[in-house]
Structure formats: structure tokens, C-alpha cells
Nanobody
């Protein structure tokens, strides 16, 4: 079992920046790709950023490309999502998730086995 805990959400003005982090614990000896998903009110959960096990490859949804940056520190068992130029439409609950994969970044939500509880990010316009 892997436990994931997000932190760092909050309220920020449009155009501002915010970082959310994800701490992993438990059986983290396996190789996991990590993803950040978000779910806005009344909408489906979507993958917005992903990173493979080594950190050598990343993925971004078009809606956040150029504004968000995902990174990971395997030694610290942490994944970070830096968000800048935030827009009102970025308001959502942000979740980190882990998928058993070494080289790839899974795009299907069903591939992700472990999930955090989510952290709210609210962007005021």
C-alpha cells in the first residue's frame, strides 16, 4: 500500500502562483509514475500533469502547458506541482495519484492505483 497526502492548496488571485505538494509513504519501493489530477465542481476528474519514475519525462494537458510544472524527488518521496499565471478556471480539487509504471506516464485515470485525499485550489478573479 502507498499513502499519498497532498498539501499546499489555498486561495490565490488570478495571475498569481501556488504550489501543491504530494508526500508518499508506505510501500514506495516499487516504481511509480505520478500524476496530478483535478476535478472542478460539476466536471469530471482530469489528468493535468504527469511524470515518469525517473523524472526524465513529463506530460501536461493543453490547458496548463506552459503555466504548470511537475517535478519529483524520489529520495524525499515528494511530488511537486508549481502553478503560475493561475486563472479562475484552474479552481478545482487537486489530487495526486500513483500508477505502477517505470518508463511511461499513464494517461488513463483507471491506471492510477493510489490516490491522495485532494487539496482545494481556489483562484479568485
Amino acid at each position: 500500500q502507498v499513502q499519498l497526502v497532498e498539501s499546499g492548496g489555498g486561495l490565490v488571485q488570478a495571475g498569481g502562483s501556488l504550489s501543491v505538494s504530494c508526500a508518499a509513504s508506505g510501500r514506495t519501493d516499487s516504481e511509480y509514475a505520478m500524476g496530478w489530477f483535478r476535478q472542478a465542481a460539476g466536471k469530471e476528474r482530469e489528468l493535468i500533469a504527469g511524470i515518469n519514475w525517473s523524472g526524465s519525462d513529463t506530460y501536461y494537458a493543453e490547458s496548463v502547458k506552459g503555466r504548470f510544472t511537475i517535478s519529483r524527488d524520489n529520495a524525499k518521496k515528494m511530488v511537486l506541482l508549481r502553478m503560475s499565471s493561475l486563472k479562475a478556471e484552474d479552481t478545482a480539487v487537486y489530487y495526486c495519484a500513483a500508477a505502477a509504471a517505470r518508463f511511461s506516464i499513464p494517461k488513463l485515470m483507471s491506471t492510477y492505483t493510489y490516490w491522495g485525499q485532494g487539496t482545494q485550489v481556489t483562484v479568485s478573479s
